[in-house]
C-alpha cells in the first residue's frame, strides 16, 4: 500500500459517537452499539468520501468482506467500539466491530438475522481503500 493511517480507541472516542440498535445474529436479541460513523474514520484518515471506491474490511479472524463506500455510507456503517454500554473487549466481538443497524433497512429486516451481517467483521483491525 502507498499510505496508512491508524487510530487508537481515544482517537476514535473524540469523532462524534452515534448510538444504534439492531438485533444480532449471536442471540437474535436487540443490543445498543455506539462508536463513530465509518465514513467519518475514513474521511479522518485522508479518504475521498466521493467517487467509486472499494472497501475491504479486515477482521482479526481472516473474515474480509468487500463493500463499496456507497454501501458504507447508505446503511450509515458505524465502527462499533461499545455494546450495550460496555466496551468491546478483543476475544469477543471487538474491540472494533464494523456494523450497521440492520433493522432500520427493510430490504435487510426481512432476511433472517443471521443473513443480515455478512459486510460486518468483528474484530476489525484493518480497512483496504481502492479507489476505482
Given at each position: 500500500f502507498?499510505?496508512?493511517?491508524?487510530?487508537?480507541?481515544?482517537?476514535?472516542a473524540?469523532l462524534?459517537?452515534?448510538n444504534?440498535?439492531?438485533?444480532?445474529?449471536?442471540?437474535?436479541?436487540?443490543h445498543?452499539?455506539?462508536?463513530?460513523?465509518?465514513?467519518?474514520?475514513?474521511?479522518?484518515?485522508?479518504?475521498s468520501?466521493?467517487?467509486?471506491?472499494?472497501?475491504?474490511?479486515?477482521?482479526?479472524d481472516?473474515?474480509a468482506?468487500?463493500?463499496?463506500?456507497?454501501?458504507?455510507?447508505?446503511?450509515?456503517?458505524?465502527?462499533?467500539?461499545?455494546?450495550?454500554?460496555?466496551?468491546?473487549a478483543?476475544?469477543?466481538?471487538?474491540?472494533?466491530?464494523?456494523?450497521?443497524?440492520?433493522?432500520?433497512?427493510?430490504?435487510?429486516?426481512?432476511?433472517?438475522?443471521?443473513?443480515?451481517?455478512?459486510?460486518?467483521?468483528?474484530?476489525?483491525?484493518?480497512?483496504?481503500?481502492q479507489?476505482?
Open positions: 502507498e499510505l496508512a493511517f491508524s487510530f487508537d480507541l481515544s482517537a476514535l473524540e462524534p459517537q452515534v444504534i440498535r439492531t438485533t444480532l445474529e449471536y442471540d437474535a436479541r436487540p445498543r452499539l455506539r462508536g463513530p460513523l465509518m465514513i467519518d474514520v475514513l474521511r479522518m484518515a485522508g479518504v468520501t466521493s467517487g467509486p471506491t472499494t472497501l475491504t474490511l479486515r477482521g482479526i481472516g473474515y468482506p468487500v463493500l463499496t463506500l456507497a454501501d458504507i455510507g447508505a446503511h450509515d456503517f458505524i465502527v462499533a467500539t461499545h455494546i450495550d454500554g460496555q466496551p468491546m478483543i476475544g469477543g466481538l471487538g474491540p472494533l466491530w464494523a456494523i450497521y443497524e440492520a433493522d432500520r433497512f427493510p430490504e435487510m429486516a426481512r432476511k433472517p438475522v443471521n443473513e443480515r451481517f455478512a459486510g460486518c467483521p468483528w474484530g476489525l483491525y484493518h480497512i483496504g481503500v479507489a476505482a
